[in-house]
């Protein structure tokens, strides 16, 4: 049979490359878990998807009633799950005031990280029940939360701290909006957002890998300096960013590129360790590679564990 994958904020950007990459083999039916249906039936037609291999459902990872509303739904629909992409993310480098979930949390790590975190503990008894030669949940990392990269040490940089605001609810209400208990900074939430993906990819792996033989994985594609995340920034900043990294940092690589790199930690056989954060070389090969001080931190990575499932309501 073919396999199901379901890839989060697949409307646009790696995971629209992914989605195509992997429909296009034939061999799986992507379900495309996008807040706005009607973009994301676009973004499918605008690459030439078939439609026979592909399923868009609602899923807006900034309300938690959402995330079990699609849990429910995706259930329904009566197909297995063989792999889960947490891919979706927001970024907002230029905002001055924290924007908010609906369960009042701030957006960056409410969307990129609980969203994801409640999604990922509700449908792995799905991932656990599939019969496919693999399965595999895979939380897109990234290199700007990694403080061991140079990348990764452009101020403001990601640091979680205590988790004293995370602990205080990521919210308004208790002065809390920053995981660390700072102020504001939306370019430092999303990295932070970042290095909780990370750190939740490793604890899944320690808690569940031996037990349900999910392999867990993260991954950081390249620089992918085209897609939509960079929509809030300034417009001189997305003018010259791409050629940046092309010609200077030589990091970039193209949404396709990308789209494939992510659909080879989906169904390639020989990327079946679980516990890895996957980056490529120069040549295009998968390599795995070292995670930040920060992001490998077991003790920090359970007490997140612990706090988020007290935030999204499992615990
Ligand atoms: P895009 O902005 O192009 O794509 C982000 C996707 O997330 C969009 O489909 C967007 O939906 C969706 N999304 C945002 N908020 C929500 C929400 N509340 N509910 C559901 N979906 C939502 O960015 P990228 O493709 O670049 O980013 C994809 C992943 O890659 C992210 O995890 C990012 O951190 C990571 N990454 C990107 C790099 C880069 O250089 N671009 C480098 C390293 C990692 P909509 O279309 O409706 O806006």
């Known amino acids: 049979r073919k396999g199901t994958v379901i890839i989060t904020g697949a409307s646009s950007g790696l995971g629209l490359a992914t989605a ?28 030439a998807i078939d439609k026979e291999n592909y399923t868009v459902m609602h899923l807006d990872l900034a309300s938690l009633d959402s995330v079990r509303q699609f849990a429910d739904n995706f259930r329904q629909s009566g197909r297995p799950l063989d792999v889960l992409v947490c891919n979706a993310a927001v970024y907002l480098p230029t905002a001055k005031e924290p924007s908010y979930t609906a369960e009042g949390f701030e957006l960056s790590v409410g969307t990129n990280h609980l969203g994801h975190f409640l999604l990922a503990r509700l ?17 897109v990392g990234s290199i700007t939360g990694n403080t061991n990269t140079l990348a990764g040490n452009v101020p403001p940089k990601a640091n979680l701290g205590d988790l004293r605001g995370l602990a205080g609810g990521l919210n308004r ?51 992918i300096a085209t ?49 890895v954060y996957w980056s490529w070389n120069k040549n295009s090969s998968s390599f795995e590679n070292q995670l930040s001080k920060e992001a490998s931190d077991a003790e920090k990575a359970r007490r997140l564990w612990e706090i988020s499932e007290k935030l999204v309501g499992l615990a």
């Open 123 to 139: 449908l792995l008894d799905d991932l656990k029940k599939s019969d496919y030669s693999f399965k595999r949940l895979i939380i």
């Open 20 to 47: 195509k990459a992997l429909a296009d083999t034939g061999k799986w039916h992507v379900i495309m878990a996008c807040r706005n249906f009607l973009k994301a039936e676009k973004a499918a037609k605008s690459v």
């Open 173 to 223: 209400i208790n002065n809390s909006v920053m995981i660390d208990g700072g102020e504001f900074d939306g370019a430092k939430a999303y990295k932070d957002s970042k290095v909780c993906n990370m750190l939740a990819m490793q604890e899944f792996h320690r808690r569940y890998h031996e037990e349900t033989g999910v392999t867990f994985a993260s991954l950081y594609p390249g620089c």
């Open 227 to 275: 897609t939509g995340l960079f929509r809030e920034h300034i417009p001189l900043f997305r003018l010259l960013f791409p050629p940046f990294q092309k010609y200077i940092t030589k990091g970039y690589v193209s949404e396709e590129e990308a789209g494939k790199r992510l659909a080879q930690v989906v169904s390639d056989p020989s990327l079946e360790k679980s516990g």
